[in-house]
C-alpha cells in the first residue's frame, strides 16, 4: 500500500505576533458544506452529533466540532480532529447536499486586544461585541476575498477562507497588525 503524503498548509511556517494581537494558521481539519431543508435539519444534527443552527449570525460547537449558519439552509461544518464528515450525512436518507470542502478552505485565527481593530481594516462589519458577540459567525469579505467570519472569543476570532487566497488574506492581516 503506497503512503499519502501529508498535504502541507498553504500557510505553512506562517505567524506574526505583535502587541495585543497574535496570527496563526490552524491546523489541518475537516471542512463540509451542508445544504438541507427545514424538514431534514433532525437527522442531519443527530448524524453530526450537534445541533444544526437555524438564525442567522448562529453557531453551535461540541467537541471539536461547530456548525456555523451561514443562509436559511446553508451551513459550514468544521470538525477540527478530521472526522468524516460527508460519511456522517452519507448515513442520512433525508434530502440534503453534503459537499467535502476540507482541501478547498484553510483558517487563520486573529486574537488579543487589538483583534477587532485588525479585522476592521479589511472587513466592513461592525464586529463590535454588541453586533458579533461570541459565537457569531457570518460570511462576509476581508479586503476583496470572501471569508467566513467567527467570533470563537471576546477576542479571538477564526477566519476560513479559500486556499488560494490565504496567502493574501494573511499579508493583509499582518500588515494591518504591523500598522494598527
Known sequence: MAETARRMSALEGRAYEGSGIALTPTAPASRLSLRAPEASLSALSKALGLTLPRKPKTTAADGGRAALWLGPDEWLI???????????????????????????????????????????AGCPQDLSPARFPVGAASRTVFGKAEIVLWRTGEE?????????????????????????
Do not use: M, P, Q
Request: proline share 0%.
Open 156 to 180: 479571538a476570532f477564526r477566519i476560513e477562507c479559500w486556499r488560494s487566497f490565504s496567502d493574501y488574506v494573511f499579508s493583509l492581516l499582518e500588515k494591518a497588525a504591523r500598522e494598527a
Open 78 to 120: 468544521i470538525d477540527e480532529k478530521g472526522a468524516d464528515l460527508a460519511a456522517l450525512c452519507a448515513k442520512v436518507s433525508a434530502l440534503h447536499s453534503a459537499v467535502d470542502i476540507s482541501h478547498r478552505n484553510t483558517a487563520v485565527l486573529v486574537a488579543g486586544a487589538r483583534a477587532e481593530d485588525v479585522l476592521g
